[in-house]
């Protein structure tokens, strides 16, 4: 049975109504302000992050004023000409609900079958300036860093506590609303710390014994060097999770933003064996390295977690993560995408159906959508949903940045991949990944800067040389990028002597030959993205498009890219690239359309 909307017709908000974009107003309604020109959310002064379709979706609700939005409305707006899930608008509503936080979600009325609208009076308030008149001040979120815990007196095969508790610690605490965590391993030190610009540091140690697992940790104010507190944990080994959620809960309610967070409970699953969680600890640690052997040895340490225990979400978000690697070409594929996907897909919805407010699985499985199967509305909705639920997920923000990137939202990517770069500036990847979203949006001075940093923390960085050398070969700087293509080709395995080949070849027979070469170990690796934008660099449309139509039949990791990718700017409006096109669903988004 369908629920009239209050008032009858007039209480519903249509389509017809928004035919010019919502007013620059500000809008109140309960605790929140909204600043719609400063794209400003408070509560209580406190800002609070809303992400893409969810803002769009707030702005629709208080415009509105508390009359009905149907559903027809918000697909209408939101996705023109284009038919999204039932699904789709609701994930996206869930992720307003979250972004609103703890207490929010009967601010928006769900009318069966008909649509949503706010429950509390709107007013709309005079603006004044970068802050609305009569609204709090705002408030600043608590920052914090958190670094990977000595472990002086463990045996080797324990070292992983050290990294893998101050990880589980970050995780337990990413819900507490008004505060922003740096993941483990942003700094090394204070000084690190304060270059960072967070508000505190925790550290400690880990000791570990048949009977008891103890953890030191102090909280650190970064400004003035003083410690704050420091305690000793202690748990027996069978009930680890107690020990993580006691530190957790702690440093919770040494950073309030408000009298509520005081008494923040932070209650982690507790897996049905210990050794399940010590084990999942332990595969995260293997995950970080970013290379073959140690992701095939996590594949098998989460499987063997979910032996112990087949409900623990942890263990099925980390073995999607580890999926989505393996099926990555960046890692020269381990693994079948066909195979590789299809289980990052299954252990991510598995480990939402055990636990929803987990961003890790939402974040993976945003990322099966944009990878895989080319779901662009799915995979917003997932990865604004991981943000969302996690504002300081580096891994929920880069994701999100890169695919912000691939329809053309710029200055959204920008913004989200610059936010995760703020949490976590010595991440390697990140700054690999600022550097393509710098790239795509045409800014090839600031990719470069990117990528140069990523060289300062990890100089011996093959990654990093074949980027600029793409970057260098579009901008028609062709002796930069050979440089920069020989010293890729000295750190590739599979190119023994091949950088003194085609380093002569350039010298003897010039550059083209040199570059033909280069394509063929291009191809012959299975690197069929770099192989399409090196045979535009030498003026062979014709192959490049041979090898982006081998791209699509592989499904390889980078196809979003491929409406955004300067080097093929030249093959737009080629029957074949335009195929390419509407085969990944990218048609009508080469320039943003969303």
Same mark, same amino acid.
């Given at each position: ?14 389509? %017809? ?8 107003? &500000?809008?109140?309604? @309960? ?9 400003? =959310?408070t509560r209580d002064g406190q800002r609070m992050a809303v992400p ?16 009905? &939005? ?49 429950? !509390?009076? &709107? ?23 958190? +670094? ?8 080797? #095969?324990?070292?992983?506590?050290? /990294?893998?508790?101050?990880?589980? &610690? ?10 922003t965590i740096s993941p483990v391993d942003a700094v090394e030190d204070? !000084? ?25 940790? +102090? ?63 332990? #595969?995260?640690?293997?995950? *970080? ?28 978000? @980390? ?10 070409? #960046? ?5 079948? /995408? ?6 990052? +897909? ?57 695919? =912000? ?27 690999? %990944?600022? !550097? ?61 002597g091949m950088a003194e080949h085609v380093e002569a070849l350039a010298?003897? *027979?010039?550059?083209?030959? !040199? ?73 009508? +988004?080469? *320039?943003?359309?969303?």
């Amino acid at each position: 049975m369908r629920r009239a909307a209050r008032g009858g017709a007039s209480a519903t908000c249509t389509f %017809h109504e928004w035919a010019k974009p919502p007013g620059m107003s &500000v809008y109140a309604f @309960g605790p929140f302000i909204l600043d719609t020109a400063g794209r400003r =959310l408070t509560r209580d002064g406190q800002r609070m992050a809303v992400p893409g379709k969810a803002w769009q979706i707030l702005l629709m609700l208080a415009d509105a004023g508390g009359r009905l &939005v149907s559903h027809d409305t918000f697909r209408a707006r939101l996705w023109p000409n284009i038919v999204v899930e039932d699904r789709t608008l609701t994930v996206h509503m869930s992720t307003l609900r979250k972004a609103l936080g703890d207490g929010s979600a009967s601010l928006i009325e769900t009318v069966s079958r008909e649509g949503y609208r706010l429950a !509390a009076p &709107v007013r709309v308030l005079p603006a004044a300036g970068p802050q609305a008149e009569g609204a709090p001040p705002v408030a600043t979120s608590k920052t914090l860093a958190v +670094r990977p815990f000595s472990t002086p007196e463990l045996a080797e #095969a324990d070292s992983y506590l050290g /990294v893998g508790i101050a990880d589980a &610690v970050t995780t337990a605490l990413s819900g507490v609303p008004g505060v922003t965590i740096s993941p483990v391993d942003a700094v090394e030190d204070l !000084a690190g710390a304060r270059s960072l610009g967070v508000e505190h540091l925790l550290e400690g140690s880990v000791q570990r014994s048949a009977e008891r697992l103890r953890v030191e940790v +102090r909280l650190i104010e970064v400004a003035s060097g003083r410690t704050e507190w420091s305690e000793r944990f202690e748990q027996a080994p069978m009930d680890p999770s107690a020990l993580q959620d006691a530190i957790a809960a702690r440093v919770a309610t040494s950073l309030p933003q408000s009298p509520s967070l005081v008494d923040e409970d932070v209650h982690s699953y507790r897996p049905r064996a210990a050794e399940a969680y010590f084990l999942q600890l332990e #595969a995260r640690a293997h995950l *970080k390295p970013f290379t073959r052997l140690p992701l095939i040895k996590a594949l098998t340490l989460f499987e063997q977690a979910l032996v112990l225990d087949p409900d623990y979400a942890m263990a099925h978000a @980390g073995l999607a993560s580890t999926y989505l690697l393996m099926a990555s070409t #960046a890692m020269l594929r381990p693994l079948q /995408v066909d195979e590789a996907m299809p289980m990052a +897909r299954r252990h991510a919805q598995r480990a939402i159906a055990l636990d929803e407010g987990l961003a890790e699985a939402w974040a993976a499985l945003g990322r099966v959508k944009m990878e895989y199967d080319w779901d662009w509305d799915g995979a917003e909705a997932d990865l604004a949903h991981a943000v969302a639920l996690n504002a300081s997920s580096v891994e929920a923000l880069g994701t999100y940045g890169q695919f =912000l990137s691939a329809m053309g939202r710029h200055d959204e990517a920008i913004d989200a991949m610059e936010q995760a770069q703020r949490l976590d500036p010595r991440s390697v990847e990140t700054l690999q %990944h600022l !550097a393509i979203v710098y790239w795509m949006a045409g800014q090839a001075d600031r990719a470069l800067a990117a990528v140069g940093d990523s060289l300062k923390v990890l100089p011996a960085s093959t990654r990093a040389h074949y980027g600029r050398m793409m970057i260098l070969d579009q901008l028609g700087r062709r002796d930069e990028a050979m440089a920069e293509r020989l010293t890729t080709l000295r750190g590739l395995a599979v190119a023994e002597g091949m950088a003194e080949h085609v380093e002569a070849l350039a010298r003897t *027979k010039g550059w083209r030959e !040199a570059m033909i070469v280069w394509i063929g170990l291009l191809e012959r690796t299975n690197r069929w993205e770099g192989a399409a934008q090196q045979w535009v660099a030498v003026g062979e449309p014709g192959r490049a498009l041979d090898a982006l139509e081998h791209c699509v039949r592989a499904r390889t990791t980078y196809l979003c890219f491929t409406a955004q990718n300067p080097c093929f700017r030249s093959l737009h409006g080629d029957p074949r690239f335009e195929q390419i096109l509407r085969t990944l669903k990218l048609d009508g +988004r080469a *320039k943003g359309e969303s």
